[in-house]
């Protein structure tokens, strides 16, 4: 039901923003859409050339205020008051926030997936989010010392070939957790054929749900 809710808001955005639609339906054009049914992905994460950037402009921030509230203010406060009377160096409170950020995602997302199966000892979907802590400090420290950002089509090299490293082992945890036979799956996968599977995404229900 979530999914067709969401199929049907993305089809009535796409309806108001038609010339023919306004013309003929004016008062749907006043429908503020926008607020009532944003999209989640105001740029495409594919589009990324950092990690930085893929968290921060190019995913969806619908968790971003519960992160931020509830591990990155907690955490800085902390090394305030390490640090007090002094006052911190603003770097390590921009890192201490993010590593909190994380870390609060790393929790509810391990949780989360604890609840569909059995606990995973390696902590695979842990690690992940807090390697993307670790990510943007690296990337924080290459601005420091090069003065430039990372971006560009070598960013964009970097921060996937970060994401899928760490990423692989959390979606393979997440598969053994919804009991998904991900070797049937792969047969399937080849069975259906490379353009096929680009045709259309109609076929990742007869992926997950494959059978031998």
């Known amino acids: 039901p ?3 809710a969401r199929l049907a808001a993305f089809a009535a955005k796409t309806a108001s923003r038609s010339a023919t639609v306004q013309r003929l339906l004016p008062d749907f054009s006043r429908v503020d859409l926008e607020q009532t049914c944003p999209f989640l992905f105001a740029n495409s994460p594919l589009e990324a050339s ?3 950037a893929f968290w ?3 995913w969806h921030t619908v968790l971003q205020a519960l992160f931020v509230e ?3 203010i907690p955490l800085s406060a902390l090394v305030r008051a390490a640090f007090a009377p002094r006052r911190p160096p603003p770097k390590l409170l921009r890192l201490t926030g993010i590593f909190g950020a994380f870390a609060v995602s790393a929790i509810m997302h391990e949780l989360g997936i604890w609840c569909a199966g059995p606990f995973d000892r ?3 979907t842990s690690v992940f989010f807090l ?3 670790l990510a943007m400090g690296l990337e924080n ?3 420091s010392l090069s003065g430039r950002r990372v971006g560009g089509p ?3 090299v970097w921060a996937f070939a970060w994401l899928i490293f760490f990423g692989a082992p959390m979606i393979a945890a997440w598969m053994e957790s919804l009991a998904i036979d991900k070797h049937s799956m792969f047969e399937a996968a080849e069975r259906l054929g490379f353009w096929r599977m680009l045709a259309t995404p109609l076929v990742l229900p007869s992926l997950i749900f494959s059978r031998n």
């Open 70 to 72: 509830a591990g990155a």
């Open 56 to 58: 921060g402009r190019h």
């Open 154 to 156: 070598l960013g964009r």
């Open 131 to 133: 390697s993307q802590a």
């Open 122 to 124: 390696r902590l695979r």
């Open 50 to 52: 950092s990690i930085s």
């Open 2 to 4: 979530g999914c067709v």
């Open 141 to 143: 420290g290459f601005k």
